[in-house]
């Protein structure tokens, strides 16, 4: 069933996290970071940060909706998912994927091609310009969680862990950078996406799930200096999958 508002998101991502947890998958390290930015986003929408709440309320849901179904797909035997989210989902089979690329290939998939697709089913084009200033707002939100996430992907690997008494704020930044320009770009894409008619969204759509695609397999199979960088991080992790998730998880509010 789709979600009709946030709680109704929160309890959904909930299950996703329980199931994964229960099969020790590792599908649960992303459901776990978007659990914890939802319940952010809650918070924030109904604190009044946002000009305005029930937009992103909305916006929210409608993104939170296009993951849900991905996943539900995935385990109904992987009818009609895309090849952003299906490279995701099969990388919870490969043994020596890091935590890193689980959380990179989750976020790549929504951030490049669900959020684009949210924006244009929730806003019109006549509104896309208003929704713009809180859209961006989400950086601040968004670049909150992810402070105390990356203290606890240290908790799973002692390399991450290393790294952040170093270089934490390197960390941080290229993180925040990212997560900004993956934004801009997706708000470009939704802009594009708003401006056609029936059939060319479709087109455009297949177009950014190619790209996602793309990206996605990059990051599973990365070229030399990163891999590098992930099998280090990988030989440093916690092998008990259940226990990652469960340090992953939002602690309670």
């Known amino acids: 069933m789709l979600a ?21 998958s590792k599908l649960g390290y992303f459901a776990a970071l978007y659990t914890r930015v939802t319940l952010a986003v809650t918070e924030r929408i109904r604190a009044g940060f946002f ?21 539900d797909r995935r385990l109904r035997g992987n009818e009609g998912v895309r090849t952003a989210w299906r490279l995701a989902f099969d990388a919870a089979e490969e043994p020596d994927a890091s935590v890193l690329q689980h959380i990179y290939l989750g976020m ?3 951030l490049l091609f669900d959020l684009p697709i949210a924006v244009a089913m929730t806003c019109p ?16 939100v968004v670049d909150a969680e992810m402070g105390a996430f990356h203290d606890d992907l240290c908790k799973i ?50 177009s950014f799930d190619q790209v996602a695609g793309r990206i996605g397999a990059e990051i599973i199979r990365p070229r030399a200096g990163v891999r590098s960088l992930f099998r280090a991080v990988r030989a440093g992790e916690n092998e008990d999958v259940r226990e990652v998730i469960r340090i ?3 602690k309670q509010r």
Not at 61 to 69: E, H
């Open 4 to 24: 009709t508002n946030l709680d109704q998101v929160i309890t959904q991502l909930q299950n996703v996290t329980d199931l994964a947890e229960r099969e020790a």
């Open 51 to 71: 000009e305005d709440g029930p937009q992103m309320e909305r916006l929210d849901v409608a993104f939170a909706n296009l993951y849900l179904d991905a996943v």
């Open 108 to 110: 790549n998939a929504h």
């Open 125 to 140: 084009p006549q509104r896309l310009s208003s929704l713009r200033i809180d859209f961006l707002r989400m950086n601040e």
């Open 157 to 206: 690997s002692s390399s991450l862990a290393r790294f952040q008494r170093s270089m934490g704020w390197l960390w941080v930044a290229s993180s925040s950078a990212t997560m900004r320009v993956s934004r801009r770009f997706a708000w470009s894409r939704a802009a594009r996406l708003t401006a056609r008619g029936e059939r060319e969204q479709a087109l455009l759509i297949d």
């Open 248 to 250: 992953l998880r939002p």
